[in-house]
């Protein structure tokens, strides 16, 4: 048997117990482990931590319900590992993804952010309305894609706390702004549940958010351009 990868797997918690057993399920099926698994339950009141109590792999810690970004900050704060990557409580990790991850990353040690394709899944009964994705394979930089080197959220900062959708989107175009290095590898890593309770099917504050973080990312990037005074302090 392989040793377990250098990895703190995070996986937000919020009244998801009837998906959440298949995701941790998926982290224990990875060719390569994670070392550390953090299960943050954000407030649930549904049991859906409690029903993993068989589950010794898992680190559970309970916070006050603060929100998805609320959540993967604090799985980072608790993260003992150099690599992080996280999983939603509703998708699920195809076997390979660590292995293939770790492998672009030892191949290429500059690399700060690895990725890789997703794959949608719909649950009996849901309508959805991109039937065209379905069947596809989709590249995109969502949380359960990523592989990310710790120290780059010392470098950038955590998940804004106050966007309640797209909280991911603003960090990874502030990882981009930085000039961080993202990889996509060929291999599929995750299969992404669509189902009547997915968040992203609020449409309106899912486009709030992406609108104040492509809003952040161009005054970052005015700020860039604008010629300063010698001697003068850079703008954060």
Known sequence: MMSPAPVSAVVPLFNGRRFIRAAVESILAQELRPREIILVDDGSSDG????????????IVRQPNGGEAAARNRGISEASQPL????????????????????????????????????????????????????KTLLARLPGTLLVRRSVFERIGLFREDLKLGSDVDWTWRASDAGLRFHSIAETVLLRRIHDANASMDMPQFILGLLKGAGASLARKQRVAIPRPAGATPPK
Request: charged content about 30%.
């Open 48 to 59: 859906g931590a409690e029903s993993l109590a068989d589950c010794p792999e898992l680190r």
């Open 84 to 135: 992080v990557a996280f999983l939603d409580q509703d998708d699920l990790w195809l076997p390979v993804k660590l292995k293939a991850q770790m492998a672009a990353l030892e191949c290429d040690p500059p690399i700060d952010i690895v990725f890789g394709p997703h794959r949608l899944f719909v649950e009996d009964g849901v309508q959805w309305f991109r039937q065209e994705l379905l069947d």
